[in-house]
Structures are given as structure tokens and as C-alpha cells.
């Protein structure tokens, strides 16, 4: 079988394409050498000619994939702790992303939950630090559920779009919708950068700071901590009061 005749296969008569659809988004924040997106906008190219209702049970499989994805992060978070900030957050940039994380939480709270899932690397250290701070779990589990439900339907209509522009051509959609995601992620990094080169520092941060509170980051750490909270920023999500602890959030 060419690689062409199994994406053509994905189809909602096949097995195979719920196997797909639940457990690579599943385990892609463990391993993610697994392309979840990827995975879900090839099955919307291969389905893109077909009217089948299941093809929302294909959507709905996607969405409980990632939706276990996370919670399975936050289970290892907060069973393996120890374990978890050796393998993720030892390195100097593991740091950076596990402090951005954890400040981003007490900031955005459940808007970063569903936020992360469209940045970057940031899916992976903020649902493990949830696990790790112990965050809620009566408003984690609702947050990854329309996180889920969002990013399923996303990915999954992106690869119906290449599909349709390209039914002779399935490699030809495939390709057109990733390069939509990449569009899309570039214009949202473009517009990031554009909001934090335009908006002046708040003087509580450039005077307030004590002398022990950690920096902020270089320039050639803007894709990780600072970058990713001006992202969240970007996306319209709005700040509780910093007075909040992780443990005391209800």
C-alpha cells in the first residue's frame, strides 16, 4: 500500500482512523515526536469529500484524545513530581518554561489551560505544572475539555479546507492546510511581538521588582517565557487578581 492509498484510507468506515484520532493527541505532550495536529488535519484532508455523519464521532475522538492528553499530563505531574522536573524542567530552559507556566497560571488561571493548547511548546509545561502545584482539578478537567473541543474542530476543519481545495491531490491538501497552520501561527507570533514592542513596561514591574525576584528574560529567550505570556496577552485573556495562590484558587 502507497503512502497515498493510506491517507486516502482515513476514512469514517475505517478503525483505523479513530485509532488515529484518539491516541496520538493523546500522547503527543509525553512524546512529541507524535504529531497530533498533523495527525488530525490529515484526517480532515482524506474525509474532505465525504458527507458522513460520523465524520463528527471522527471530530469527537480527536477531542477525547487531547482531552486525555492533558489530564493524563496532570496525573504524572502530580504522581511523579520529583521524576517529572528532572525529565522536563531540569534544564535552564525547562526552568524558564515551568516559571513562565506557573506565572502565567496565577495571571490568566483557566484561560492559559485553554489558551496553551495554540502555543507553542506550551502545552506540555503548563498542563504537567498543573499537575505539579497542584491546580484545582474541578477546574482543570472543564478548561481541557473546551480546550479539546476547540482544537479538534480547528485541525480538523484546517484539513477539510486543504481537502476540498485539492480533492485530486491529497498530498497536495495535506500540504496546503499545514502551511495554513504555519500561517496562522506566524501571524499570531508577528502580532505578540508587535504587542510587546508597543506596549511600555508597567513601572510596578520596572521599580516594584525586589532585588531576589528573578529577571526577565533576554532577547534570545523571547520564544519562551516572556514571548509566550505576551501570546497569551494576544489572545484576549484577562488577568485575576495576583493576589490568588495556586492551592487557594476554588
Known amino acids: 500500500m502507497t503512502l497515498s492509498n493510506a491517507l486516502t484510507s482515513l476514512q469514517p468506515d475505517s478503525i483505523l482512523s479513530y485509532v488515529i484520532a484518539i491516541v496520538v493527541p493523546a500522547l503527543d505532550a509525553i512524546f512529541p515526536v507524535l504529531p497530533s495536529e498533523t495527525a488530525v488535519i490529515a484526517l480532515g484532508v482524506a474525509t474532505a469529500g465525504s458527507t458522513d455523519p460520523r465524520i463528527a464521532?471522527?471530530?469527537?475522538?480527536?477531542?477525547?484524545?487531547?482531552?486525555?492528553?492533558?489530564?493524563?499530563?496532570?496525573?504524572?505531574?502530580?504522581?511523579?513530581?520529583?521524576?517529572v522536573e528532572r525529565r522536563f524542567f531540569s534544564s535552564a530552559r525547562g526552568a524558564r518554561q515551568r516559571a513562565w507556566a506557573e506565572r502565567s497560571l496565577d495571571r490568566y488561571g483557566t484561560q492559559?489551560?485553554?489558551?496553551c493548547r495554540f502555543i507553542p511548546g506550551g502545552r506540555t509545561a503548563v498542563t504537567l505544572?498543573?499537575?505539579?502545584?497542584g491546580f484545582p482539578r474541578r477546574r482543570y478537567v472543564p478548561?481541557?475539555?473546551?480546550?479539546?473541543?476547540?482544537?479538534?474542530?480547528?485541525?480538523?476543519?484546517?484539513?477539510?479546507?486543504?481537502?476540498?481545495a485539492f480533492e485530486d491531490n491529497i498530498w497536495a491538501g495535506l500540504l496546503l492546510s499545514i502551511g495554513i497552520t504555519l500561517v496562522i501561527s506566524a501571524l499570531v507570533e508577528a502580532?505578540?511581538?508587535?504587542r510587546r514592542r508597543s506596549q511600555p513596561r508597567s513601572?510596578?514591574?520596572?521599580?516594584?521588582?525586589?532585588?531576589?525576584?528573578?529577571?526577565e528574560p533576554d532577547a534570545g529567550d523571547e520564544g519562551d517565557e516572556a514571548g509566550q505570556d505576551q501570546a497569551m496577552a494576544g489572545h484576549g485573556c484577562t488577568r485575576p487578581s495576583r493576589a490568588e495562590g495556586h492551592h487557594g484558587r476554588s
Open 57 to 83: 464521532l471522527l471530530v469527537g475522538c480527536a477531542a477525547l484524545g487531547a482531552f486525555l492528553g492533558d489530564n493524563l499530563c496532570y496525573l504524572i505531574g502530580r504522581r511523579f513530581g520529583p521524576r
Open 112 to 115: 492559559l489551560i485553554i489558551v
Open 129 to 133: 505544572c498543573c499537575g505539579l502545584i
Open 143 to 164: 478548561a481541557t475539555a473546551v480546550a479539546a473541543v476547540a482544537w479538534a474542530t480547528y485541525s480538523f476543519f484546517i484539513g477539510r479546507l486543504g481537502g476540498k
Open 191 to 194: 502580532f505578540r511581538r508587535s
Open 203 to 215: 513601572p510596578g514591574r520596572s521599580q516594584g521588582r525586589s532585588p531576589a525576584a528573578p529577571a
